[in-house]
């Protein structure tokens, strides 16, 4: 019984150095996490193999595998159109105001999702590439039909991707239609939020939302996701809308890194 | 008396971490999932009492720290908390009823989901999501489901374990 005070005791000392270690820290990345994840990461891809194979031997795996290809190849194809829009609407706009503007073409790097984030509040995946790979911090992430992330901790063979749904995630945006900005928030129920859209936006469900391009981390007009409610809250000067991730982000597979 | 050794909880512990991170994510609804490792580390404290809860949650906590994208050491401290403050409390609940362990889930899930936001808040100023909206949208949700959850493999982990008899229990 008194053996079990003093582990008791003791166990609570350690938890309370580790939380005025939590208070004095300022940032949600660690050099030791990310050194841990290389450790296990072969573990992760054996795990994430051993899914995989479980899911191919279950019945009409042949046509599940078929099925998947073709979904994939819609996708791409549905983002080419998407991109085509962007670029013709993009050219329109340009011409008319005489000031064209070539858009950065960028390079990616592809990756395999290994591993997924095990907690309810914050939202990220775990890829199978790292600096070895190529792949560098604050890269934007993609997917076939659109945004996913950018890489926040990178170790030699594997990387963390902080997902648009995390709380700490923030990309600058616009609505395709009205080019309207506003900020993407991630929830940690795996949904985003449009902020700080101007009151008088037109701004209504059904409407694409796609990145600004501010800032170094993410190009311009990649899709990010649909307006699915637009709120606005009494006492703010601001409109707010809930957005629909382009893609499901709990089931991503693949994705793509900006080199 | 059928001794539980550390070995067969670290066990239940790494099996809830690999399901929490590939089967959970195919059975969210709304987004939100049953939280398994907390479940299990209040059943460790429930059931084993506040040193079994206080020790479990460090190693979930831990875990989930090492894989997740969040302050390090978060969650073992939140974790740990409330594996202990379960076993403190334990001996005031009648544990053999499925519906008190239900409530009891789902009163420290969305307990602990609560701290996570006011530690996180406190910590990052920037954060766009009021304490209310995150309550009822994400808290509730996951406590609910958790809670459900834990009636069945409750039932399974007291089997496992051979907690059969009040005796059993600490």
């Keep these: ?49 051993f899914l995989n194979s479980f899911r191919r031997i279950m019945p009409f795996a042949a046509l599940r595998e078929e099925n998947r290809l073709l979904r994939a190849r819609i996708d791409l194809l549905n983002r080419k159109i998407e991109e085509l829009k962007i670029v013709s609407s993009d050219n329109d706009r340009l011409k008319e105001l005489l000031n064209f503007r070539k858009t950065i073409p960028f390079t990616t790097i592809p990756a395999q999702v290994i591993g997924r984030d095990p907690s309810n509040w914050s939202n990220s995946i775990i890829i199978d590439k790292g600096l070895s790979g190529g792949i560098k911090q604050n890269k934007a992430v993609l997917s076939t039909k659109g945004l996913v992330g950018r890489v926040l901790e990178v170790g030699r063979y594997s990387s963390k991707i902080l997902l648009i749904t995390d709380p700490n995630s923030k990309v600058g945006v616009m609505i395709q239609r009205n080019r309207q900005g506003g900020i993407l928030v991630g929830r940690p129920d795996s949904r985003c ?56 982000l709990s089931k991503l597979e693949e994705v793509m890194c900006i080199r | 008396m059928y001794k539980i050794t550390r070995f067969q909880i670290y066990l239940v512990l790494l099996i809830a971490l690999f399901l929490q991170g590939s089967v959970v994510n195919y059975v969210k609804i709304m987004g939100s999932g049953p939280d398994l490792l907390l479940m299990i580390v209040i059943f460790f404290g429930l059931f084993l009492g506040p040193a079994a809860g206080l020790e479990s949650g460090f190693v979930a906590g831990f875990l989930r720290d090492i894989f997740a994208l969040d302050f390090l050491w978060i969650n073992a401290v939140i974790l740990a908390l409330s594996g202990f403050i379960v076993g403190v409390i334990n001996t005031q609940f009648f544990k053999e009823s499925k519906r008190a362990d239900f409530i009891f889930v789902l009163v420290f899930t969305a307990l602990s989901m609560s701290l996570h936001y006011l530690i996180v808040s406190a910590l990052v100023n920037s954060i766009a999501l009021d304490f209310w909206d995150f309550f009822i949208s994400s808290a509730i949700p996951t406590a609910v489901y958790t809670g459900l959850v834990s009636v069945p493999v409750y039932v399974k982990l007291l089997d496992i374990y051979h907690l059969k008899e009040a005796e059993d229990y600490l």
């Design chain 1, 1 to 49: 019984m008194r053996n079990q005070k003093s582990r008791i005791l003791k166990v609570l000392v350690v938890i309370a150095c580790l939380t005025a270690l939590i208070l004095t820290s300022k940032t949600i990345t660690s050099p030791f996490r990310i050194k841990m994840i290389d450790l296990l990461s072969s573990s992760l891809k054996g795990a994430d193999s």
């Design chain 1, 193 to 248: 939020r449009m902020i700080y859209i101007a009151l008088d936006s037109d701004v209504m469900p059904g409407d694409r939302v796609i990145t600004a391009g501010f800032g170094t981390i993410f190009p311009k007009d990649i899709i990010v996701g649909e307006v699915v409610r637009v709120d606005k809250e009494p006492g703010r000067l601001y409109k707010s809308a809930l957005i629909k991730t382009a893609e499901d």
